[in-house]
């Protein structure tokens, strides 16, 4: 916050508590929210846990789909009216490479008791989840200036993989993965093209240009053949707002004001 007051004077910043993880967090942020302002610009869905040993969130749900794409499905349902009543507002959602590597299996979608989990595996169907929502929301929204679009960030120097330095193989290939990834300031600019760009359109992609998508200039890029699977994002779509309670008032099926059921 002061990193921003301090690089531009007459910004005003507001912190407030948010938990992805925790629908009843959700559900108190979009209130406070929602009680404070009446139009919503920019929503960049951007919060994520990366290969995490099987648990389960506030709420029941596996860990990477529920922060990873349940917390932002219902986040985004509880302020989609203060979206559309802003002109040109967008919602960037964050989505990784390794979304190529997702599969959705709603037979088994959260690996209930840790059935079948593996960290991996987990962390790519959030990922690919996070596409199908993006490319959902936008084939729903009305005709407005709003609109849908994701990002992916490439290689980024943070501490999102810090549980990764448990595996002697990432410990292995680290010199390798450094080299080939970039500064967190560079892995921003993606999501910052997808949000500020006046040349996006609703449903794109963009992550950086270079080898393997790890790095380099942001570019519109393409997401795997099953992200575009409109059947399979249509029934994720009906299960995340039976999952979260969330009904996002849209064109083709109005609902009440948005509210989350408490648990």
């Not at 948010?18 to 951007?46: C, E, M, V």
């Not at 609109?147 to 290689?155: I, L, S």
């Not at 109005?254 to 648990?263: G, H, I, K, L, S």
Request: charged share 25%.
């Amino acid at each position: 916050m002061e990193s921003v007051e301090a690089g531009v004077p007459d910004a005003r910043v507001e912190v407030m508590e948010l938990d992805l993880a925790d629908l009843s967090s959700i559900q108190r942020f979009a209130r406070t929210f929602r009680g404070s302002f009446d139009r919503l610009d920019l929503l960049i869905n951007n919060a994520g846990v990366l290969l995490v040993p099987y648990g389960t969130t506030q709420d029941g749900f596996e860990r990477h789909f529920g922060i990873n794409h349940l917390g932002h499905f219902a986040l985004t349902g509880l302020l989609i009216d203060r979206l559309l009543a802003s002109d040109a507002s967008r919602v960037v959602t964050v989505s990784s490479r390794g979304h190529v590597f997702g599969r959705m299996d709603f037979a088994n979608l959260m690996f209930g008791g840790g059935r079948g989990y593996s960290a991996m595996r987990a962390y790519a169907r959030s990922k690919l989840a996070n596409l199908m929502f993006t490319y959902e929301l936008q084939r729903k929204l009305p005709a407005s200036s709003t609109m849908a679009v994701a990002a992916h960030p490439g290689g980024a120097a943070t501490d999102l993989g810090r549980r990764m330095r448990e595996r002697r193989l990432y410990r292995a290939t680290l010199p390798l993965l450094e080299r080939l990834s970039q500064s967190a300031s560079a892995a921003a600019l993606p999501i910052l093209r997808a949000a500020t760009d006046p040349n996006v359109a609703g449903g794109e992609f963009y992550g950086p240009s270079g080898l393997l998508g790890m790095r380099g200039h942001p570019v519109r890029v393409e997401s795997s053949h099953s992200s575009y699977d409109e059947d399979t994002a249509r029934r994720l779509w009906a299960i995340s707002e039976e999952l979260t309670s969330v009904c996002f008032p849209l064109k083709e099926r109005p609902c009440q004001a948005p509210e989350v059921r408490m648990r």
